[in-house]
Each structure stands twice: as C-alpha cells, then as structure tokens.
C-alpha cells in the first residue's frame, strides 16, 4: 500500500482524534468526539507556522499522522527549529515503516524551510519510541520538563 503525507483538513480531525486516543497514555486524555479538537484544528490551520500533516492510504483513509512546529529563535546564530509532536500510526498499520516515512518526511519538510534542528519529546514510559528516534538519528540531549496547568 502506498501513502501520501499533506496537510490535514477539518475532515481529518476525527480520524487524527482516534488515533490519539488508541494507545494506553492517550486513551485517559484524549475524548473522541469533542468540539474542542475542531476548535484547536482551526488555530493550528490558521498559523502559517504549524503544519497538522496525516498519512493517507490509496483508499483516502487517514493512517498516520504529525505535527509540525517552526520555531525562529536567536540562539545559535537565529536558527529555526522544527519540533515534531503527536506522531501517530493507526494501529492496524503499524510495524509497516509508515512512521519512519512521516519522521523523514517531516526531517525534509523541516530542511526545506531552512531549519537547522528537528525536535521532539516523548513520553518516558515510551520507550519503544527511544529506540524509534534513536535509530533516526535523533539524540537524547537534553532533559523535557513539562509544568500542567
């Protein structure tokens, strides 16, 4: 099967939604059908630095999904950076390298708008997601803080 990477649209969110919510973290958080994610869909669509990408198969079901956030800065010389989050594979299409797919797409995308650095964090508990990145090419460097509010 075959899989085209583009921007998601507001048609998108539920199935995005779905997969946010089919793994053991997300399924405490995450409420499917909730106007608040098309709310939330419309300000990432709107900001020229956000790109909400999905994995769509031949049959124009969504399968996979990410987002990506540009970042300018001034540290090192003003470099853009580009941080990846909520990377998703539906999960009857997992273990197929969609993932890897949308992680090299999202480091060319990020290439391509001139960035220096691409970024994520992940769930510690994630740790098949360690060893995802890792073999990437991406490096535990630094330590992720997050403070709820």
Same mark, same amino acid.
């Given at each position: 099967m075959t899989f085209t990477i583009k921007r998601a649209t +507001? +048609?998108?969110v539920g199935p995005i939604v779905a997969m &946010?919510?089919?793994d053991p973290l997300g399924a405490g958080r995450e409420k499917p059908g909730d106007p608040a994610y098309l709310r939330a869909f419309e300000v990432i669509d709107a900001d020229p630095h956000q790109? *909400? +990408? $999905?994995? %769509?198969?031949d049959e124009g079901q969504v399968a996979?999904? &990410?987002q990506l956030t540009f970042t300018s800065g001034l540290s090192r010389l003003g470099m853009t950076r580009a941080t $990846?989050?909520? %990377? =998703? %594979?539906r999960s009857?299409? =997992?273990? =197929?390298? *969609?993932?890897?797919r949308l992680i090299r797409w999202a480091i060319d995308e990020a290439r391509a708008r001139g960035c220096g650095m %691409?970024? &994520?964090t992940t769930d510690a508990s994630r740790t098949d997601a360690h060893r995802f990145y890792e073999r990437l090419g991406f490096t535990a460097?630094? $330590?992720?803080m997050k403070l709820a509010l």
């Open positions: +507001a +048609a998108d &946010l919510a089919d790109y *909400l +990408a $999905v994995a %769509v198969d996979g999904t &990410l $990846v989050e909520a %990377v =998703r %594979v009857d299409q =997992r273990g =197929r390298g *969609l993932g890897e %691409v970024q &994520l460097s630094h $330590v992720g």
